[in-house]
Nanobody
Framework: QVQLDESGGGLVQAGGSMTLSCAASGRAASNDALGWFRQAPGKEREFVACISWDGKITEYGDSAKGRFAISRDIAKNIISLQMNNMRPEDTAVYYC???????????????WGQGIQVTVSS
């Protein structure tokens, strides 16, 4: 079992920045790829970004490219998602996820955090 604890959400104005963090612990958590997905009300869960267990491979969803950056502290097994130039459409519940590989689909991840609300005001 892998436990994922998200932090850092809240309210930000459009054009602002915010950093989300996710601490992974439990069985083989250090060997897992970690990623972020988000889900806005009435919409499907959307891939945001992911990073491999060693931090060497990163992938971004179209909405995140050029604005968001994912990073990993391997020693602490914490990932961060730096979000810049935020838009109202970034408003969603953001979920941290863990899986065997750094993939861009939700079914590729086995463990999920509880989610954290991010709201971008216009």
């Amino acid at each position: 079992q892998v436990q994922l604890d998200e932090s850092g959400g809240g309210l930000v104005q459009a054009g602002g920045s915010m950093t989300l963090s996710c601490a992974a612990s439990g069985r083989a958590a250090s060997n897992d790829a970690l990623g972020w997905f988000r889900q806005a009300p009435g919409k499907e869960r959307e891939f945001v970004a992911c990073i491999s267990w060693d931090g060497k491979i990163t992938e971004y969803g179209d909405s995140a490219k050029g604005r968001f950056a994912i990073s990993r502290d391997i020693a602490k097994n914490i990932i961060s998602l730096q979000m810049n130039n935020m838009r109202p459409e970034d408003t969603a519940v953001y979920y941290c996820a863990a899986g065997d590989y750094a993939v861009t689909v939700a079914w590729g991840f086995d463990y999920w955090g509880q989610g954290i609300q991010v709201t971008v005001s216009s």
